[in-house]
């Protein structure tokens, strides 16, 4: 199983919107709406932050939202803030009954 | 509280066998799935396999099955994951991570070990 396809880095300035895509095939993303995100920051585990696509967990901030075309699914962050620095990294059951992550897009906030 | 506590750094050298522990608490221990997942120095997250909620299914991600193991005991709460014929490239740190039945995502990551494997 391939890991899922994301840009290496996207930015932005504060205030500003950034997205960050996550190609996989239609064994994978495309076949399910089990895809889900996650925030990764040095020295700490990662934290779920979409789950089922498009579903925050509490305590997410709602600048934080998910969809999905096809084989791609979309992370964008809304009103980018320096705390959203990070490494971001998609996630996606697939139909092997295995699961495969993205290959992971550092967010930096200009 | 969730808490997923994970036992220490380790030091192997090439072709040992490490067995990581995940020590669970604050929730019914038999209801959730359990998956562990790496991170190698300067690189994306690995997905490795997982050990569900019956305590006997396992899955492996291709590239580890043959040297992964995960088996857990019930009586302690406690799920481990033991991988062998290590390499300089299994280098990485190890995380533990909960899965509510059939909710395909990871709500609870143990704090990581670092397995460095050096000659």
């Known amino acids: 199983q391939s890991a899922l396809t994301q840009p290496p880095s996207v930015s932005g300035s504060p205030g500003q919107s950034v997205t960050i895509s996550c190609s996989g095939s239609?064994?994978?993303?495309?076949?399910?709406?089990?895809v889900s995100w996650y925030q990764k920051t040095p020295g700490t585990a990662p934290k779920l932050i979409i789950h089922d696509v498009s579903n925050r967990p509490s305590g997410v901030p709602d600048r934080f939202s998910g969809s999905k075309s096809g084989n791609t699914a979309s992370l964008t962050i809304s009103g980018l803030q320096a705390e959203d620095e990070g490494d971001y990294y998609c996630?996606?059951?697939?139909?092997?009954?295995?699961?495969?992550f993205g290959t992971g897009t550092k967010v930096t906030v200009l | 509280q969730v808490q997923l506590v994970q036992s220490g750094a380790e030091v192997k050298k090439p072709g040992a066998s490490v067995k990581v522990s995940c020590k669970t608490s604050?929730?019914?221990?038999?209801?959730?799935?359990i998956h562990w997942v790496r991170q190698a120095p300067g690189q994306g997250l690995e997905w490795m396999g997982i050990?569900?909620?019956?305590?006997?299914?396992?899955l492996y991600a291709q590239e580890f099955q043959g040297r992964v193991t995960m088996t857990r005991d019930t009586s302690t709460s406690t799920v481990y994951m033991t991988l062998s014929s290590l390499s300089s490239d299994d280098t990485a740190v190890y995380y533990c991570?909960?899965?509510?039945?059939?909710?395909?995502?990871?709500?609870?990551w143990g704090q990581g070990t670092l397995v460095t494997v050096s000659s």
């Open positions: 239609s064994n994978d993303v495309g076949r399910y709406n089990r």
């Open positions: 996630n996606s059951y697939t139909s092997t009954y295995t699961y495969v």
């Open positions: 050990i569900k909620s019956d305590g006997v299914t396992t």
């Open positions: 991570v909960r899965e509510r039945e059939i909710t395909f995502y990871f709500d609870y």
């Open positions: 604050g929730y019914t221990f038999t209801t959730y799935h």
